[in-house]
């Protein structure tokens, strides 16, 4: 339900506009002038301002600049029986959204406020999407030629399209993150918000006004609204990191708010309405927490609709070498290195390594090679000691038969990615090749030269 806060010293417009707009279904507040809007701003969190230009003491005009600092995301509306065109564009040009000239109908006044809320709605999707441009999917590519992590990639692909909840579960560092920004990434919600948050890295009396929000005064050094990160990903999806670490009385709001789809802000006597799909993800397991009685056990199975095991790294060692690859590429750019490949007896090392810490700790260590590197190659040299000694006999048994070539692991990659495509469109080479987003030409050669003719 959205909120509008009615600035006007005529009483009886004030209650008019009040009814007509709770009738359409807005949660209205008002105030008399612009000292009582003033402080009314941090309890009524308003989604919109309807405020009239003339009024005694401070005018809408001089108002403006306030609620502009104070309230930004508010677009406002000015009202006024005086003045015409000229008045109109300067209250525009002082940053009021609109103009209404009095009197009016009550269906201008509604198609105002639904063209404001509309601009607002598409203001934040635009910011939220140009604040997560720099991890989002598409700059995170996923890299995988094992195939547990192509069953991995099937299975969200698949589970993109629903609302359903997923549960990414799997060791700290798989990248489970970067698994849920693709689901959202590939799902009808992918032109809204991607919200995260780490439910561990949050002290517990925080969490909970940071998840549902809260308003002013709602607890000590509350000194004003804030809306919570389900309303910031309405719409869209939000990513519940550690779910595992959340406390069990907030797990009982959780599990409401995934029942009913609303939000009760702290200190609020009004849920709110939202449409959130939710994705989380943990390190833990999670039946052994609900056993101990850490963890709830409705909660479980509400999370736990669509559950995606991400293996760790020394589950797929296939995909080391092509990992390697782009992390080099990544660091070259970023860094300025001249950086152009690795050394057999280093990319041997990497793949015998059992990474505790997984793609993250191989990043890490990958981005410590480069800045130290010398010439155009990473050897034994660049690598920390804990890699490069010989005491990981079980990661070396692991990785005796593991194929260290690059040129290989592409070439088992891109076939693997041709029999998908050919698989998605039935065997039609022409669209097979369009979403490959190579040639026609290009595609056949590589047909033949992978032997992919059966």
Not at 121 to 139: I, Q, S
Not at 149 to 171: C, D, H, P, Q, Y
Request: proline share 4%; net charge negative.
């Amino acid at each position: 339900m959205a909120r509008v806060l009615v600035v006007d010293d005529d009483d009886s417009l004030r209650e008019s506009l009040a009814l007509v707009l709770g009738a359409e279904g807005w949660d209205v507040g008002v105030a008399a002038n612009a000292d009582e809007a003033l402080a009314r701003l941090d309890d009524a969190a308003p989604d919109l301002v309807l405020c009239d230009l003339r009024m005694p003491g401070r005018d809408g005009l001089a108002l403006l600049p306030e609620l502009a600092r104070r309230r930004p995301e508010a677009p406002v509306i000015l009202m006024s029986a005086h003045g015409g065109e000229d008045l109109a564009l300067e209250a525009i040009r002082r940053g009021a959204y609109d103009y209404l000239a009095k009197p009016f109908q009550p269906a201008e006044v509604l198609l105002v406020l639904q063209k404001a809320q509309e601009r607002e709605r598409l203001r934040r999707k635009t910011a939220l999407l140009a604040r997560d441009v720099e991890r989002a999917v598409g700059e995170r590519p996923i890299v995988a030629a094992s195939a547990g992590m192509i069953e991995v990639l099937e299975l969200i692909e698949r589970a993109s399209e629903f609302k359903a909840t997923v549960l990414l579960t799997g060791e700290s560092g798989t990248g489970k993150e970067v698994l849920a920004r693709a689901i959202h990434a590939q799902s009808p919600r992918r032109g809204e918000a991607f919200v995260a948050v780490n439910c561990g890295a949050i002290p517990e009396n925080l969490l909970e006004s940071e998840l549902f929000g809260h308003v002013k005064g709602a607890f000590t050094g509350a000194d004003r609204a804030r809306r919570g990160l389900f309303v910031e990903a309405d719409g869209g999806t939000l990513f519940l990191d550690e779910i595992g670490e959340m406390p069990l009385p907030l797990q009982v709001k959780l599990l409401r708010v995934l029942q009913e789809e609303e939000v009760r802000p702290l200190g609020d006597s009004k849920p709110r309405q939202v449409d959130v799909r939710v994705l989380a993800a943990t390190a833990r397991e999670l039946e052994h927490e609900v056993a101990a009685g850490r963890f709830r056990e409705d909660l479980f199975y509400r999370l736990n609709v669509l559950r995606v095991r991400v293996p760790p790294l020394r589950e797929r060692r296939e995909d080391i070498p092509l990992l390697v690859d782009h992390f080099l590429a990544q660091f070259r750019d970023a860094l300025g290195k001249p950086v152009r490949g690795i050394a057999d007896d280093a990319l041997a090392r990497l793949v015998a390594y059992r990474w505790p810490g997984n793609v993250r700790e191989l990043e890490n260590v990958l981005e410590r090679a480069m800045i130290l590197a010398r010439g155009d190659q990473l050897g034994l040299r660049e690598l920390p000691a804990n890699v490069v000694e010989r005491d990981t006999a079980d990661g070396a048994a692991d990785a005796a038969g593991a194929d260290l070539s690059l040129k290989r692991a592409r070439r088992a990659a891109e076939s693997e990615m041709i029999r998908r495509a050919l698989r998605e469109t039935d065997g039609n080479r022409t669209h097979a090749a369009r979403l490959l987003g190579i040639s026609h030409r290009a595609l056949l050669y590589k047909i033949k030269e992978y032997e992919l003719r059966d």
